[in-house]
């Protein structure tokens, strides 16, 4: 029994030490795991900070490619631009010098034949003092499109507003196509209106833009035709009508009438002077005073085309 015993004591005696060398085996194995996992929960809080460091660099990235691609396309535009600034200095410059041809001819004609008739007879020296006079305006006009167009075009509109009489700006206008309409004998006539017209405006300008339609109106007419000139007024806008008998405007070409450059074909066709630029101008310069301009016209019947200003000036920023 004894021997039993003892035999059980060694046993547990040798479990008990199996299992010591066991439990410090797992015990160094729990640290050494203990130790990986603390290793890693590093490696992966680096990991992470790596991957919020790689998400701002990608929205620096996204942000500066945004730049990027902006700053092309602001590049295009102006390069765009400069073209087509260059364009429009090419074609003015080609429109200028075609039209300023024609009156220089005329008036170089003029000249030579009163220098070259000694004396010339009165009749003589009058129609072709007059023919040069003629010629000159034409000259001016062209020219005065030519830098209101270049000013614009610049973005140098630079109204300068004063308080103006509408009466006295109609008077001036017709007063510079005189010599035209008795050229082409068309009567110009004013229909009376309750002048003074007050009202706040750029009064040369404003000239300019009535010079153009008239000189067109004019231009345009049959000879022995009339062109009338009409004046509504409130106390707000004041509306000016320019009417002429002349050939009317193709249905088609009545929206691009006001179009740089657009000559359409009673223009073309009939062989009269112009360069394309005065309604857009006139157009622009009315819109800048905060009116409006149009046209109704019928073919065979005429052309009225109509200026409203607001009587207060123009409209904000200009
Ligand atoms: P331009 O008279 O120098 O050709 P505008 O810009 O003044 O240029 O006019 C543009 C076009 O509009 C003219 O070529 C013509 O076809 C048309 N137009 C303008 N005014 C009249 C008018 N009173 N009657 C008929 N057509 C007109």
Redesign the pocket.
């Known amino acids: 029994m004894s021997d039993l015993l003892q035999t059980l004591v060694q046993a547990f005696d040798r479990m008990s030490g199996a299992y010591e060398v066991m439990a410090r085996r797992l015990s160094g194995q729990i640290e050494q795991l203990e130790a990986e996992r603390t290793a890693l929960r590093g490696q992966i809080s680096d990991l992470s900070q790596q991957q919020a460091a790689l998400l701002r660099s990608n929205q620096d990235l996204a942000r500066l490619t945004a730049d990027l691609s902006g700053k092309v396309a602001l590049l295009q535009h102006r390069t765009e631009e400069v073209v087509r600034q260059d364009q429009l200095k090419s074609d003015l410059l080609a429109t200028v010098s075609h039209e300023l041809r024609t009156p220089l001819t005329s008036i170089k004609g003029a000249l030579s034949v009163l220098l070259t008739e000694d004396p010339p007879a009165p009749e003589v020296r009058a129609e072709f003092l007059g023919i040069a006079h003629q010629n000159v305006g034409r000259v001016m006009r062209l020219i005065g499109n030519f830098l209101n167009l270049t000013q614009l075009e610049a973005g140098q509109i630079g109204l300068s507003l004063r308080p103006l009489d509408l009466a006295e700006v109609l008077a001036a206008s017709v007063e510079q196509v005189r010599g035209l309409a008795a050229e082409r004998r068309v009567s110009v006539q004013v229909e009376p209106f309750a002048a003074p017209v007050p009202l706040t405006g750029d009064p040369e300008r404003l000239e300019s833009v009535f010079i153009?339609l008239l000189d067109?109106?004019v231009k345009?007419s049959p000879e022995g035709a009339d062109v009338a000139v009409r004046v509504q007024a409130d106390p707000q806008w004041v509306t000016v009508h320019v009417r002429?008998r002349?050939?009317?405007?193709p249905p088609d070409?009545v929206p691009r009438?006001f179009e740089r450059f657009?000559?359409?074909s009673?223009?073309v066709t009939r062989q009269l002077p112009?360069?394309?630029?005065?309604?857009?101008i006139s157009k622009v310069i009315v819109e800048a005073h905060g009116g409006r301009i149009g046209v109704e016209s019928r073919l065979t019947e005429g052309?009225t085309f109509t200026v409203s200003l607001p009587r207060g000036g123009s409209r904000p920023g200009v």
Not at 246 to 249: A, F, K, L, R
Not at 274 to 280: D, Q
């Open positions: 153009n067109n109106a345009f002429d002349g050939p009317g405007i070409e009438v657009f000559r359409g009673p223009a112009g360069s394309g630029l005065g309604l857009h052309s």
